[in-house]
Every structure is written in structure tokens, then in C-alpha cells.
């Protein structure tokens, strides 16, 4: 499964970024999506995730109400829409797919996609 991540960014706070995950090379509607971010000289941090049908998901306190994960399964993609951009959500942004169960931890994440980067001016 290859994922490629796109749609982040240069933005003033208080405004909007969606990030698009495209997966290719598997079964799009078998995997659960993350999405996770890494700011400069911070370890990497769940964002969110979003189970096989979207039924299910689940961001992290610091997002929540700001921040929506969805999938079309007929597209072989996911969304990150981010809402009332901080400066503090500076960071690089990856997704990442899971065969197993839905998870906050990155080491339940079997395929990554390379990150694309969002930076939230003052």
C-alpha cells in the first residue's frame, strides 16, 4: 500500500487547510486511516483516526471540534479538514493505514505515507 499525502500549506490562524490522503496498491476500504503530525523538535502525535467505513472516529483532545477525519471509499481516500488553524498545529502531517484495529499509537500503523507540511502564521 503506497499512501501519498497532500494539500498542506501556508496559512494565517483562524483559517482552513483540507489534507487528502490517496492510497493506491490495496484495499482501501480494508484499512483504517491516521493521521498523525510531528512539529519541529516534537516527537510525532496521533491526530486522529477513522475506521474501514467510516462509521467510527476519533481525534485527539487538542483537535477536537476543529479538526474532521472522513474517507471515500470509492476514491481510496481520506480527509483531514482542519478548521481555526493554531500556530501551535504547525507541523508535518502524515497519514498512515492500519490492517488490524483502530489505534492512538503509531506502531499500530502498517503503511505511512510522506508527510506534507502545514505552517500556521500568527
Known amino acids: 500500500v503506497q499512501l501519498q499525502a497532500s494539500g498542506g500549506g501556508f496559512v494565517q490562524a483562524g483559517a482552513s487547510l483540507r489534507l487528502s490522503c490517496a492510497a493506491s496498491?490495496?484495499?482501501?476500504?480494508?484499512?483504517?486511516m491516521g493521521w498523525f503530525r510531528q512539529a519541529p523538535g516534537k516527537e510525532r502525535e496521533f491526530v486522529g483516526f477513522?475506521?474501514?467505513?467510516?462509521?467510527?472516529?476519533f481525534h485527539t483532545d487538542s483537535v477536537k471540534g476543529r479538526f474532521a477525519i472522513s474517507r471515500d471509499n470509492a476514491k481510496n481516500t481520506a480527509y483531514l479538514q482542519m478548521n481555526s488553524l493554531k500556530p501551535e498545529d504547525t507541523a508535518v502531517y502524515y497519514c498512515?493505514?492500519?490492517?488490524?484495529?483502530?489505534?492512538?499509537?503509531?506502531?499500530?500503523?502498517?503503511?505511512w505515507g510522506r508527510g506534507t507540511l502545514v505552517t500556521v502564521s500568527s
Open positions: 498512515a493505514a492500519g490492517v488490524r484495529t483502530v489505534s492512538t499509537q503509531d506502531r499500530d500503523y502498517d503503511y
Open positions: 496498491g490495496g484495499t482501501f476500504s480494508s484499512l483504517i
Open positions: 477513522i475506521s474501514r467505513t467510516g462509521g467510527s472516529t
